[in-house]
């Protein structure tokens, strides 16, 4: 089963804009991640989160982390059409099937 | 070796013919994780590996799917009688362990097609 659902399923920007996307997941968590999928290719982990973490920043990404509202951004500021790209947001509750993926915002980044 | 590999990337197949596929993961990694994703999907869990016992296998969509792996190296994911609704680009991952450390690397995926 998916417990992420990330939010919008696709988002349309121009490049140099900031482009926020959200996960909403269901049970509760150990930490949650996200990762990039470019098209016809596997996925890259671009940043982990603990749960008792509330904001992390890695270079353009800011992923921030509300654990009572079972909800998590991830921004990406001054956008490039490289960032074009399925974002997905995983969580991992600690049980034997590892991470729950969830369907991902597919984002397109407008030169 | 420098990432995870899969092969083949791509795989056409007529229904009812039996496949498999194979991952080589990252060299140290004690974690395998297979999943599969359909045109437009997200990843659905298939089933993971710790060193080569696979504690959790209902993942696997039916008795026709079947995995193996040879100590901590490569894995294979049999799927038999392969039906057109196996179609779907099947992704292989590890990762240093199942702790709640670790991210992921995950391979460039096998593209199955049955016709």
């Known amino acids: 089963s998916q417990q992420g659902e990330e939010d919008p399923q696709a988002l349309s920007i121009q490049e140099g804009e900031n482009a926020t996307m959200n996960c909403s997941y269901k049970?509760?968590?150990?930490?949650l991640q996200w990762y990039r999928q470019n098209s016809g290719r596997g996925l890259v982990h671009l940043i982990l989160?603990?749960?008792?973490?509330r904001e992390k920043h890695s270079g353009r990404l800011r992923v921030t982390l509300d654990t009572s509202k079972k909800s998590s951004s991830l921004l990406i500021t001054a956008s490039r059409a490289a960032d074009t790209a399925s974002y997905f947001c995983?969580?991992?509750?600690?049980?034997?099937?590892?991470?729950?993926f969830g369907k991902g915002t597919h984002l397109i980044i407008q030169p | 070796g420098a990432g995870v590999s899969q092969s083949p990337s791509n795989k056409v197949t007529e229904k009812g013919k039996d496949v498999e596929l194979r991952c080589d993961p990252i060299?140290?990694?004690?974690?395998l994780y297979w999943y599969r994703q359909r045109l437009g999907q997200g990843l659905e869990f298939l089933i993971y590996?710790?060193?080569?016992?696979?504690?959790?296998k209902s993942g696997l969509p039916s008795d026709r799917f079947s995995a193996e792996r040879t100590g901590e190296s490569v894995s294979t994911l049999t799927i038999q009688r392969t039906q057109q609704e196996d179609s779907a680009v099947y992704l292989c991952?590890?990762?240093?362990?199942?702790?709640?450390?670790?991210?992921?690397?995950f391979g460039s995926g096998t593209r199955l097609t049955v016709v």
């Open positions: 991952a590890s990762s240093q362990g199942t702790g709640s450390h670790y991210g992921y690397t």
């Open positions: 049970t509760s968590i150990n930490n």
């Open positions: 989160i603990r749960s008792n973490e």
């Open positions: 995983a969580t991992y509750g600690g049980g034997a099937d590892g991470l729950t």
């Open positions: 060299s140290g990694h004690t974690a």
């Open positions: 590996f710790q060193g080569n016992s696979a504690p959790d």
